[in-house]
């Protein structure tokens, strides 16, 4: 990922933006983060957020209109949050928050003439940048009209004491008997701003032009002017006014642009979405005496606040909540991680992990695709050499051997020379329902006597893994296969095989097997027990195959329990993007998360959905075992096992090869040595990733004179054989019924010389 | 990564060496880095034991440390 596609990628999300509120400030004060402080009753962090953006808080806050107010997206929910009230509290109850800091001093002098908010608010905002301010003002003391307001409103002690701050920030006041044209004349400094929301002699007045609505400069160089009639709240657009100046100035004084890259004001433009459904209207709280909130009513104000936020995607993203951020934050991860010359790359582990579903594309306002994220930025890490060995290592060997000899396999039906449609299972429904695949396959072969079938893996492994060049190189071949046999319809049982073909080789023409046997009919009974379907993740996309698995259980009469997100929002059981191979304990999460979601059993046509989903306990059905119940296997039964997947593809290639009086040739000649495995071994070679397979292999070559270890106490006997990347060791003792399996694990560190 | 590894039970023979393992000097090599290490080794083949408890800790966390590097 370079600077401009992070740009590009960080621009997509809109978590960052304002909340409406602050959106709908023209001090951009952070509402949300103060009435979400209040709410707390966290006065004094309250206080702070206000201070961090107001020029004279104690005086701001009292006098404040809220224009926020309008924006609050709680408008229609009860009515928005009341946070001019909230202010008033807060600042009434909190004392200020020590020194105000100035940057270091700076020579050229501003005059402000007037000392009403705008006028203050300009003296402010440029003292605390250094500038040496003097503010001319009417009167024995300044403030203008804030000097006429009632003690309840603004008690005048609290005016002297902000204004004494004003002076301890090396703003001078001067006692003037007019504020003329005179005074400005006779002024050295180096600008000038006038206070329209003071009493300005005529004569001043009339000097005056319209200024520039955007910087409030004049026609004449280093003047500027605020606080105009005409504006829509009397206090806040003054105050407005007056920082707009003040930014101006700070520019003007430094000979910079008065408009380059300036922030206009957002008048409450905002792209923050904000998800309403579902959230209760709550009234809003009226204050019981004349003097506004108390503070335990502000704290019920205040725990009204939406607390607006987009994270839609986030919401419904286990992968994307485990990591504590958002897709922007995400980006900005993912390119450190690229970027990174010498060091850890902290990273690889979280781009790995995304199941590359797509929920959160579908969910965000803008389309945000994670998984396309994660995908370049793998397929970046491959290029570069710097993919994790490990990451995806068992998938892709499944893969791999899928494919191999001992496991693919494409023919015509028997008797046929020729095929108009191909049965393809998909590695999984054949290595996790075999008796299932062949039952399936004869019923295809009812409908369409001219089906032939193919054993084999589409290489979505590959492909999640960012392995492009192997990705690709399989599809050619696989293409070539299949022109082999006369280009035959592609019928698959499998919602990623549908996914991958459709979009990596259109020509294929594939579709669903679902499809096919909801246009043929279906003689099957329903369990009576509602259902919770769960489309897999790559059915999203396909509305077509999703409405005929609906339409072939509605025609078996079986009761769908609700599950919310389904269809188009459906989740990952945990198994996509590969995300248990790089990140094994947050799929297990996120497949606990997904059954959660409902009470009902779980029913699913995606054999890897049944095979993960059961993996948490819950009684997770495949659609066979509805579609065909003389083979149903029951809900409860756990899933089928790394293991016995690879021996279940060698079975069912053999019998459909015997359907040919075929049989698979030479067989691996480690195959048939014979294991007793207990089922808390089988449980430990499953989680370690290590197959009966490996255990096998291990064995045959110590059985043919491979060196071992043997325990000189109880007979105890450890072999070990590098397989490819990994070395397996196995601990077991020789039996009558084969070897007794004990333990087994693995690594890929290699030892100069050899193992054992 | 460092140095001695050594599990509690020595007890074990190589086969067909008929020899009791010992502590002996190993290199262990991963993505191109290199670790002199102390394992039991068959003092006459050479042969090197990896223990699971070995394996599955410290030598897990290094191969780890060394893909992310
Ligand atoms: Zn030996």
Redesign the pocket.
């Known amino acids: 990922m370079d600077q401009k596609e992070l740009r590009e990628w960080e621009a997509k999300c809109i978590q960052e933006e304002p909340p409406a509120c602050r959106a709908g400030c023209p001090l951009n004060v952070d509402a949300r983060a103060f009435v979400l402080s209040m709410a707390r009753g966290d006065l004094d962090a309250a206080r702070a957020v206000l201070e961090k953006s107001m020029p004279l808080a104690a005086v701001t806050a009292r006098l404040c209109e809220a224009p926020c107010e309008v924006y609050c997206i709680r408008k229609d929910l009860g009515g928005a949050i009341a946070v001019g009230g909230l202010e008033r509290l807060c600042i009434r109850e909190t004392s200020p928050k020590g020194k105000i800091p100035r940057l270091p001093a700076r020579p050229r002098k501003v005059a402000v003439i007037g000392s009403g908010p705008s006028s203050l608010t300009v003296a402010f905002d440029l003292a605390r940048k250094g500038h040496p301010i003097s503010v001319y003002h009417l009167g024995e003391k300044p403030g203008g009209w804030l000097r006429g307001l009632d003690e309840s409103i603004l008690p005048q002690s609290v005016l002297d004491a902000e204004l004494q701050r004003l002076g301890s920030l090396h703003v001078t006041f001067v006692a003037v008997p007019a504020l003329d044209a005179a005074l400005i004349e006779a002024h050295p400094a180096d600008a000038v701003y006038v206070g329209q929301d003071d009493t300005i002699a005529p004569d001043l007045l009339d000097l005056l032009t319209p200024p520039d609505p955007e910087t409030m400069a004049l026609e004449r160089p280093g003047w500027f002017t605020g606080g105009l009639a005409g504006r829509e709240f009397r206090f806040i657009s003054a105050v407005s006014q007056g920082r707009e100046a003040a930014v101006s100035i700070d520019r003007f004084l430094q000979n910079a642009s008065l408009t380059s890259s300036r922030v206009p004001l957002r008048d409450g433009r905002t792209d923050l979405f904000t998800q309403t459904f579902g959230i209760e209207p709550v009234e809003r709280v009226v204050p019981s005496g004349q003097g506004g909130f108390t503070r335990d009513e502000a704290v019920r104000e205040a725990g009204r606040c939406i607390d607006c936020q987009c994270l839609e995607c986030v919401k419904h993203c286990v992968y994307l909540a485990e990591h504590g951020g958002y897709p922007k934050s995400y980006a900005r991860r993912v390119f450190n991680n690229s970027a990174i010359v010498q060091g850890m790359r902290q990273a690889n582990t979280f781009i790995n992990s995304c199941s590359m579903c797509g929920q959160c594309e579908t969910l965000c306002p803008n389309d945000f695709s994670m998984a396309d994220m994660c995908l370049d930025a793998r397929r970046e890490m491959v290029n570069l050499n710097r993919m994790p060995p490990s990451a995806h290592w068992f998938a892709l060997e499944e893969m791999r051997s899928a494919k191999d000899a001992q496991a693919a396999l494409i023919r015509h039906a028997p008797g046929a020379s020729a095929s108009d449609a191909i049965f393809f299972p998909g590695c999984q429904l054949a290595g996790i329902r075999p008796e299932q695949t062949l039952r399936l396959y004869d019923r295809l072969l009812e409908i369409e006597p001219r089906t032939g079938i193919w054993l084999d893996c589409c290489a979505a492994p590959a492909h999640w893994a960012g392995r492009q060049e192997e990705f690709v190189a399989i599809l050619s071949e696989m293409e070539k296969i299949w022109s082999g046999m006369g280009r035959p319809m592609v019928v698959t049982a499998c919602s990623t095989c549908l996914k991958m073909f459709r979009e990596h080789l259109p020509a294929f023409g594939a579709v669903s097997v679902w499809t096919l046997l909801s246009e043929s009919g279906v003689q099957a009974s329903s369990t009576g027990r509602p259902l919770a379907l769960s489309d897999p993740c790559t059915s999203r996309h396909d509305a077509q195959t999703r409405d005929a698995v609906r339409s072939l259980l509605a025609r078996l009469g079986q009761p769908l329990a609700e599950l919310p997100m389904s269809g188009e929002l459906t989740e990952c059981c945990g198994f996509g993007g590969l995300m248990d191979n790089a990140n094994p304990a947050l799929a297990r999460k996120v497949a606990q998360a997904r059954v959660a979601q409902s009470e009902a059993d779980f029913l699913t046509y995606c054999a890897m959905c049944r095979e993960q989903l059961s993996r948490t306990g819950k009684p997770v059905l495949h659609i066979l075992d509805l579609l065909f119940p003389e083979t149903a296997r029951p809900a409860q039964e756990p899933p089928a096992g790394i293991s016995a997947r690879r021996v279940n593809r060698r079975r069912l290639k053999d019998e459909l090869l015997a359907r040919h009086g075929l049989d698979r040739g030479p067989k691996e000649p480690w195959e048939d040595v014979r294991l007793v495995v207990s089922g808390e071994v089988a449980a430990m070679l499953e989680e370690r990733r290590i197959l009966e397979d490996d255990v096998r292999r291990v064995l045959f070559a110590a059985s043919k004179g491979g ?1 071992v270890l043997r325990h000189a106490g109880d007979g105890r006997i450890i072999a070990a054989s590098r397989l490819g990347e990994v070395t397996f060791w196995v601990e077991y003792r020789e039996g009558e019924d084969g070897y007794e399996i004990l333990k087994a694990w693995s690594h890929r560190m290699r030892i100069t010389g050899g193992d054992l | 990564m460092s140095l001695v590894f050594i599990p509690e039970d020595m007890d074990w023979v ?1 086969e067909p ?1 008929g ?1 009791r393992l010992q502590p002996g000097k190993v290199e262990l090599t991963y993505l191109g880095n290199a670790f002199h290490v102390e394992l039991p080794v ?1 003092p ?2 050479g ?1 090197v034991y990896i223990y699971e408890e070995l394996a599955l800790g410290r030598i897990h966390e290094v191969e780890q440390l060394l893909e992310d590097k």
Request: hydrophobic residues 10%; aromatic residues 0%; positive net charge.
């Open positions: 060196r | 190589c060496c020899e068959c006459k083949c042969a």
